[in-house]
């Protein structure tokens, strides 16, 4: 299995601004993922982040909102922009390993807007 | 759109005994991924045991073990010999083949308490 980091793993914030999540991975992998668990919820995708192209997002979240970058095999990045409570929530990086047919989870990064 | 439903939101066992939780999918494909994952109060997602969808056998990981009812479109998770450490939100999870690069489809989780 791929060793997955996320940076940071908590961080409070001020509404309005935004936050820029990194996933760094040990070895290169096809797919990477970015979901998003609100409290109490379980997990919604919310986009796949795709090298060298703009990232596939799932319906109900937008570019302008959850901007990603992957610009290589082993790192992507999610930012959370003009930050607002309800975007409180657990955000987690995954990544599809080598065979596509498991994918593993980082540690999440805990947010808390205020 | 593939649709995972987790009937039971809070299941509780003693400990050292056997907890089945259940999980409903819909889907109109034939070939598929089916995961089980467990959430400690850590929020690290851990996986537990996989099922491909074309595999008859059912899969077996130590001490759990699913059930898996392609027809009835049914994947449920046995736990024996329960312990303390199991304690956690078990989410069952849905993934397409096919060499798609979509993601997980979650169930909204069982929360699992361990009686000691």
């Known amino acids: 299995s791929a060793v997955i980091s996320q940076k940071p793993s908590r961080d409070i914030c001020q509404r309005g601004t935004s936050l820029t999540i990194q996933c760094q991975v040990d070895?290169?992998?096809?797919?990477m993922f970015w979901y998003r668990q609100q409290p109490g919820q379980s997990l919604t995708l919310i986009a796949t982040?795709?090298?060298?192209?703009?990232?596939?997002?799932e319906s109900g979240f937008v570019i302008d909102k959850f901007p990603i970058s992957r610009p290589n095999l082993t790192f992507s990045t999610l930012t959370v922009s003009n930050m607002s409570p309800e975007d409180s929530s657990i955000y987690l990086c995954?990544?599809?390993?080598?065979?596509?047919?498991?994918?593993?989870f980082g540690e999440g990064s805990w947010l808390t807007v205020v | 759109a593939q649709t995972v439903t987790q009937s039971q939101p809070e299941m509780s066992v003693q400990e050292a005994e056997t907890v089945t939780l259940s999980c409903t999918y819909d889907?109109?494909?034939?070939?598929?991924?089916l995961f089980w994952y467990k959430q400690p109060p850590s929020r690290q997602m851990i996986l537990v045991i996989r099922?491909?969808?074309?595999?008859?056998q059912n899969a077996t990981e130590n001490r759990f073990s699913v059930n898996f009812q392609k027809a009835a479109k049914s994947f449920s998770l046995k736990i024996s010999d329960s312990q303390l450490g199991d304690a956690a939100m078990y989410f069952c999870?849905?993934?397409?083949?096919?060499?798609?690069?979509?993601?997980?489809?979650f169930g909204k989780g069982t929360h699992l308490i361990i009686q000691p």
């Open positions: 995954s990544v599809a390993g080598i065979f596509g047919n498991t994918i593993y």
């Open positions: 070895s290169q992998v096809t797919m």
């Open positions: 982040a795709n090298q060298g192209s703009e990232a596939t997002y």
């Open positions: 889907t109109s494909e034939s070939d598929y991924y």
């Open positions: 099922q491909e969808a074309y595999k008859q």
């Open positions: 999870a849905y993934r397409e083949t096919g060499g798609g690069a979509d993601g997980l489809t």
